[in-house]
């Protein structure tokens, strides 16, 4: 019968949690991302070694006819192990594994973002690219309704629900605190979080990651989030314009600087890297969200502490601006710079690929 959600009694879980496990026997949750290029997918292992890094696991394989990544006449993908975090699911030496996705024949696997963005990083390993995105996602109930609003109607006007307390303003924090405390316990880069202007909407803060780590981190912790939710009964969604009208969309803005930025003296750096963002303005836009811009089209309004989308701003302390650089920067003289076009739904990978092709590598249109 439609409409009746199933659920499961979690004291009981925890009875076969509690059960002994072997020492030589370790559960592996292979992670990857899936032809939608947002979603990810997961399926378990077991290993009869507690894995140090993720290289000493072996390659699998999973049917990408299902996943949008192969036809059903020659449906499988194979999963790489490349990043590997303790499961907090789990526990013991359980291990959450991140993977690349590559064809049968041994090519990347068009949905692999990862495996460009690494050998870019690697390209820019002198300049010590260092990133932190603010992750901001909207939490649903099981009727894709935003949690905690009126159901036959809407919450007042945004105003005190950005960082607020009271349960008459924030909606989900028991979610909140069990993803944060998730992520420390993998040992995810989570730096904080906090309630954002729209209600049922959160963010939290990953970084500073240098190169390719923090698309590894960001994406795990998506991962968390999505299965923390789970067992509350509760939704992620990370769509850049959830609710129409007069409602804050959700980004992941992007905080990057460079040795050079950091230094003593670093905002010339700076200018510079942000000149050189303003004249590949569209291919950025292009790279910012899965659909080549059009998740972005419906945020980047130019309202709602959005840049507009047709055109490259910066300034200081700016949040209707492309670029923003901190108050406390220019005071300083140096540091980093805000991206803040990138959608909450983009690929990290595909977000720090190009910011240091632009800004490191000089690479141009």
């Not at 099981?142 to 905690?148: A, S």
């Not at 739904?345 to 690479?363: A, F, G, H, Q």
């Amino acid at each position: 019968m439609l409409g009746i959600t199933q659920t499961t009694n979690k004291t009981t879980l925890l009875r076969y949690l509690a059960l002994p496990q072997p020492e030589d026997k370790v559960q592996c949750m292979y992670i990857w991302i899936d032809g939608t290029g947002e979603n990810l997918r997961a399926k378990t292992r077991t290993v009869d070694f507690v894995p140090k890094q993720a290289t000493e696991l072996p390659i699998w394989n999973f049917d990408g006819s299902s996943t949008g990544q192969a036809e059903g006449h020659n449906s499988d993908v194979m999963i790489h192990p490349v990043a590997l975090f303790k499961d907090p699911f789990r526990g013991n030496n359980n291990k959450l594994v991140l993977c690349e996705t590559y064809r049968h024949d041994g090519a990347v696997h068009p949905s692999n973002k990862r495996n460009s963005c690494n050998q870019v990083m690697q390209k820019a390993k002198g300049f010590e690219p260092w990133f932190g995105i603010e992750q901001e996602y909207t939490l649903l109930d099981t009727d894709l309704h935003p949690f905690g609003w009126p159901k036959n109607g809407f919450p007042g006007p945004q105003g005190p629900y950005y960082t607020g307390v009271g349960a008459n303003n924030v909606h989900g924090r028991d979610i909140v605190e069990s993803h944060y405390r998730a992520c420390l316990y993998s040992e995810i880069k989570i730096s904080g979080e906090n309630a954002e202007v729209m209600p049922a909407q959160w963010e939290f803060q990953v970084g500073p990651c240098e190169g390719i780590s923090m698309g590894d981190h960001l994406w795990v912790a998506r991962f968390l989030l999505h299965r923390v939710a789970e067992d509350f009964g509760v939704v992620v969604s990370f769509d850049p314009k959830p609710m129409p009208g007069d409602w804050n969309g959700a980004g992941a803005h992007a905080n990057y600087s460079t040795k050079e930025m950091r230094a003593p003296g670093g905002m010339k750096a700076m200018v510079e890297a942000i000149e050189r963002l303003g004249k590949r303005h569209a291919a950025h836009i292009r790279a910012y969200d899965p659909n080549g811009g059009n998740d972005n089209r419906r945020r980047l309004t130019g309202r709602h502490e959005t840049s507009s989308i047709d055109k490259f701003s910066y300034g200081v302390a700016h949040r209707g601006s492309s670029i923003r650089i901190p108050r406390q920067c220019s005071d300083d003289g140096c540091g980093y710079i805000e991206d803040r076009r990138p959608s909450s739904n983009c690929d990290p990978y595909s977000v720090t690929e190009m910011l240091v092709r632009t800004t490191c590598l000089n690479e141009t249109d």
